[in-house]
């Protein structure tokens, strides 16, 4: 079985900075895109970042020139690094993964439990 777990929330003051990160386990034979997403209240979940398993990234308008995503492969980890932290951040973030699984050779498309980031003006 395959999972993703976040770590990484919890509230910070309008520009302040903050670090996630998000480890997958379990049978995996190879990590395609990993990516975060975030959902505000009242909102639909929107695209924040992703990165590619060569280092290729995308990010939301929003958020480029202050997050930048990154991973480490041999951790089958993702971080999301947040600077200049603004109270139009806060929101639950997810990560997700487009994973290979090593025993069915099934591609998986899976989502962390969500960590939340609250930024206070």
């Known amino acids: 079985q395959v999972q993703l777990a976040e770590s990484g929330g919890g509230l910070v003051q309008a520009g302040g900075s903050l670090r996630l990160s998000c480890a997958a386990s379990?049978?995996?034979?190879?990590?395609?895109?990993m990516g975060w997403y975030r959902q505000a209240p009242g909102k639909q979940r929107e695209l924040v970042a992703t990165i590619t398993s060569g280092g290729s990234t995308n990010y939301a308008d929003s958020v480029k020139g202050r997050f930048t995503v990154s991973r480490d492969n041999a951790k089958n980890t993702v971080y999301l690094q947040m600077n200049s932290l603004v109270a139009e951040d806060t929101a639950v973030y997810y990560c997700?993964?487009?994973?290979?699984?090593?025993?069915?050779?099934?591609?998986?498309?899976?989502w962390g439990q969500g960590t939340l980031v609250t930024v206070s003006s």
């Open positions: 997700n993964a487009d994973i290979l699984e090593l025993s069915t050779f099934r591609r998986l498309a899976r």
């Open positions: 379990g049978t995996i034979l190879r990590i395609n895109t």
